[in-house]
C-alpha cells in the first residue's frame, strides 16, 4: 500500500512540479525580453506591476483549487451530480470575477499604477502591462480554474501539457511581440495574456474523454456554494495575495533606499523567487488531489504519509535551489542586467545569495498550508498563510530596512519563513495534544 502510495505521490508531485515550473515562466519570459528591450526602465516597471499578476493568479487558484478540493472529496462518496455543480459554480465565478476585473483595467489602471510605486519615468510602462493583464483577467482565471478540476479528474499529465504548452507559447510570442513587432510592454503584457488561452484550448481535450467525471450544468449559479469554494481555496488565494504585498512593500522600501535601479535589481531576485515558489505551489497542488481522496475517506494514515513525503520533498527541492544560486548567480544576473549595470549586479547578487535562504522554509510552509486546507482546516491554513505575508513579513521589513538597509529587506523574508515553520510546528503539536484529551476522555 505504501508503494502504491508513494508512487502516486511521485506522479502527481512531479507533473505539477513540472506544469507549475512552465506556468512561472510566463512572468520569467517577460522578465527576460523586457529587460532586454527596454532596459533598468522596463524591468522596473513589470517588476511594479507583477503584483497584480500574483493577485489574479491568486484568485484562480483559490477557486480552482477551493472548488477542486470540494470536487474530489464529493467524487471519493460517489456523490457526482453534486460535484459536477461545484465544478459549474466554480467556472461562472471566475467568469464574474474576471469582468469585475476588466472594468478596473479600462478605468482605473493609472491611479493604481501610481500606487504600486510608479515615477514619472516608470509610469506609462507600468500602466501599459496592468491596463492589458487586467483585461484579460478572465483567461487567467478561468485556465487555472480548469487546470485544478482536470487535475483532480484523474489526469494531472493534461493539466502539465497544458501548463507547458501555454507557457513555452508565450516565450515564442514575447519574442515576436517585443521584437519583430516592436510592440514593446504592451507586447509583453498581451503575449502573457494569450498563453493562459492556449492553454485553455489544451484543456477542453479533457471533456472529450468519456472517463472524465467533470459536466458543465447549466443552472442558475449556486450562491451558496461559493463560500465553501473559497474557503477551502483560501491558502492558495493568501500565499499569492501575501507575495503581492510583499512585492509592493518591498519595491516601495527599495525605492527609498536605491531607487529605480534597486527595484531592477530585485525585480531579478523577486521574479526567479516566482520560479522557486511555483515549484513548491507546483507539490503542493500535486499533493492536494491525494489529501482530499484519502481524507474523503477517512484514510488517516495514508493522509499523513502523503504529508510526510512532501515535507520531505520541498526540503530537499529548497537545498537543490540554493546551491543552484550559489554556483550560478552571476550568471543568472548576466542574463537579465542587459545593460551590465554594475549597481543592479552588486544589489541582486547579494539578495539572491541571502533571500533564497528562506527557501528552506518557504516550501514547508506551504505545503502544510495546502494541507490544511485539503483536510477541511481553512482556519488554520488562512492562518500560516496570513502570517506569512502580512503579519510577520511586512512589519519585518521595515523593521529590519531601517536597521540594516538593504540586508534587512533581504533578511526580513528569511526571518518570516522560519518564524511561520515555527507557527506550523507548535499548530500541529497542539492539534495532537487535543485529540489526545478527546480520546482520554
Given at each position: 500500500?505504501?508503494?502504491t502510495?508513494?508512487?502516486?505521490?511521485?506522479?502527481?508531485?512531479?507533473?505539477?512540479?513540472l506544469?507549475?515550473?512552465?506556468?512561472?515562466?510566463y512572468?520569467?519570459?517577460?522578465?527576460?525580453?523586457?529587460?532586454?528591450?527596454?532596459?533598468?526602465?522596463?524591468?522596473?516597471?513589470?517588476?511594479?506591476?507583477i503584483?497584480?499578476?500574483?493577485?489574479?493568479?491568486?484568485?484562480?487558484?483559490?477557486?480552482?483549487?477551493?472548488?477542486?478540493?470540494?470536487?474530489?472529496?464529493?467524487?471519493?462518496?460517489?456523490?457526482?451530480?453534486?460535484?459536477?455543480?461545484?465544478?459549474?459554480?466554480a467556472?461562472?465565478?471566475?467568469?464574474?470575477?474576471?469582468?469585475?476585473?476588466?472594468?478596473?483595467?479600462?478605468?482605473?489602471?493609472?491611479?493604481?499604477a501610481?500606487?504600486?510605486?510608479?515615477?514619472?519615468?516608470?509610469?506609462?510602462?507600468?500602466?501599459?502591462?496592468?491596463?492589458?493583464?487586467?483585461?484579460?483577467?478572465?483567461?487567467?482565471?478561468?485556465?487555472?480554474?480548469?487546470?485544478?478540476?482536470?487535475?483532480?479528474?484523474?489526469?494531472?499529465?493534461?493539466?502539465?501539457?497544458?501548463?507547458?504548452?501555454?507557457?513555452?507559447?508565450?516565450?515564442?510570442?514575447?519574442?515576436?511581440?517585443?521584437?519583430?513587432?516592436?510592440?514593446?510592454?504592451?507586447?509583453?503584457?498581451?503575449?502573457?495574456?494569450?498563453?493562459?488561452l492556449?492553454?485553455?484550448?489544451?484543456?477542453?481535450?479533457?471533456?472529450?474523454?468519456?472517463?472524465n467525471?467533470?459536466a458543465?450544468?447549466?443552472?442558475?449559479?449556486?450562491w451558496?456554494?461559493?463560500?465553501?469554494?473559497?474557503?477551502?481555496?483560501?491558502?492558495?488565494?493568501?500565499?499569492?495575495?501575501?507575495?503581492?504585498?510583499v512585492l509592493?512593500?518591498?519595491?516601495?522600501?527599495?525605492?527609498?533606499?536605491?531607487?529605480?535601479?534597486?527595484?531592477?535589481?530585485?525585480?531579478?531576485?523577486?521574479?526567479?523567487?516566482?520560479?522557486?515558489?511555483?515549484?513548491?505551489?507546483?507539490?503542493?497542488?500535486?499533493?492536494?488531489?491525494?489529501?482530499?481522496?484519502?481524507?474523503?475517506?477517512?484514510?488517516?494514515?495514508?493522509?499523513?504519509?502523503?504529508?510526510?513525503f512532501?515535507?520531505?520533498?520541498?526540503?530537499?527541492?529548497?537545498?537543490?535551489?540554493?546551491?543552484?544560486?550559489?554556483?550560478?548567480?552571476?550568471?543568472?544576473?548576466?542574463?537579465?542586467?542587459?545593460?551590465?549595470?554594475?549597481?543592479?549586479?552588486?544589489?541582486?547578487?547579494?539578495?539572491?545569495?541571502?533571500?533564497?535562504?528562506?527557501?528552506?522554509?518557504?516550501?514547508?510552509?506551504?505545503?502544510?498550508?495546502?494541507?490544511?486546507?485539503?483536510?477541511?482546516?481553512?482556519?488554520?491554513?488562512?492562518?500560516?498563510?496570513?502570517?506569512?505575508?502580512?503579519?510577520?513579513?511586512?512589519?519585518?521589513?521595515?523593521?529590519?530596512?531601517?536597521?540594516?538597509?538593504?540586508?534587512?529587506?533581504?533578511?526580513?523574508?528569511?526571518?518570516?519563513?522560519?518564524?511561520?515553520?515555527?507557527?506550523?510546528?507548535?499548530?500541529?503539536?497542539?492539534?495532537?495534544?487535543?485529540?489526545?484529551?478527546?480520546?482520554?476522555?
Amino acid at each position: 500500500m505504501e508503494k502504491t502510495l508513494f508512487k502516486n505521490f511521485i506522479k502527481y508531485a512531479s507533473l505539477n512540479i513540472l506544469g507549475m515550473m512552465g506556468l512561472s515562466l510566463y512572468i520569467l519570459a517577460d522578465t527576460y525580453f523586457v529587460s532586454k528591450a527596454m532596459g533598468p526602465t522596463g524591468l522596473a516597471s513589470l517588476n511594479l506591476s507583477i503584483s497584480i499578476y500574483s493577485v489574479i493568479h491568486g484568485i484562480g487558484l483559490m477557486i480552482g483549487i477551493g472548488g477542486a478540493s470540494r470536487f474530489s472529496i464529493l467524487k471519493s462518496q460517489n456523490e457526482i451530480g453534486k460535484a459536477s455543480i461545484v465544478f459549474s459554480t466554480a467556472i461562472k465565478t471566475g467568469i464574474i470575477i474576471g469582468m469585475l476585473l476588466a472594468i478596473l483595467g479600462v478605468f482605473g489602471t493609472e491611479h493604481l499604477a501610481l500606487a504600486l510605486g510608479a515615477d514619472s519615468a516608470t509610469l506609462a510602462l507600468t500602466q501599459t502591462y496592468l491596463t492589458t493583464i487586467l483585461f484579460f483577467a478572465m483567461l487567467f482565471i478561468v485556465n487555472n480554474i480548469l487546470l485544478a478540476f482536470v487535475r483532480n479528474d484523474n489526469n494531472p499529465k493534461l493539466s502539465m501539457i497544458a501548463m507547458l504548452v501555454g507557457s513555452f507559447s508565450n516565450v515564442i510570442l514575447d519574442y515576436i511581440l517585443i521584437f519583430p513587432l516592436d510592440m514593446g510592454m504592451f507586447g509583453a503584457a498581451f503575449a502573457t495574456t494569450l498563453a493562459p488561452l492556449i492553454s485553455i484550448f489544451v484543456l477542453l481535450l479533457h471533456f472529450i474523454d468519456k472517463k472524465n467525471a467533470l459536466a458543465f450544468w447549466k443552472s442558475k449559479l449556486q450562491w451558496n456554494l461559493i463560500p465553501d469554494i473559497l474557503s477551502l481555496g483560501s491558502s492558495a488565494f493568501i500565499i499569492e495575495v501575501s507575495s503581492a504585498v510583499v512585492l509592493i512593500t518591498f519595491n516601495l522600501v527599495i525605492l527609498g533606499i536605491e531607487g529605480n535601479l534597486g527595484v531592477a535589481a530585485y525585480g531579478i531576485v523577486a521574479n526567479l523567487a516566482l520560479v522557486g515558489i511555483a515549484v513548491f505551489t507546483g507539490l503542493s497542488q500535486g499533493i492536494q488531489p491525494l489529501i482530499s481522496k484519502h481524507y474523503g475517506l477517512k484514510e488517516h494514515a495514508e493522509t499523513r504519509k502523503v504529508r510526510q513525503f512532501s515535507v520531505l520533498t520541498s526540503v530537499a527541492i529548497a537545498m537543490i535551489i540554493y546551491i543552484f544560486i550559489l554556483l550560478f548567480s552571476d550568471s543568472i544576473i548576466q542574463i537579465f542586467n542587459s545593460e551590465n549595470n554594475m549597481e543592479i549586479a552588486r544589489i541582486a547578487e547579494i539578495g539572491l545569495k541571502v533571500y533564497f535562504i528562506g527557501f528552506l522554509f518557504a516550501g514547508v510552509n506551504i505545503v502544510t498550508a495546502i494541507f490544511l486546507s485539503a483536510t477541511e482546516n481553512p482556519k488554520d491554513a488562512f492562518f500560516i498563510t496570513i502570517a506569512r505575508g502580512l503579519v510577520i513579513m511586512v512589519p519585518l521589513v521595515l523593521i529590519l530596512s531601517n536597521i540594516l538597509g538593504m540586508m534587512g529587506v533581504w533578511l526580513a523574508f528569511v526571518v518570516t519563513e522560519f518564524l511561520v515553520t515555527l507557527l506550523g510546528i507548535y499548530l500541529k503539536e497542539k492539534k495532537k495534544e487535543i485529540v489526545y484529551v478527546k480520546q482520554a476522555a
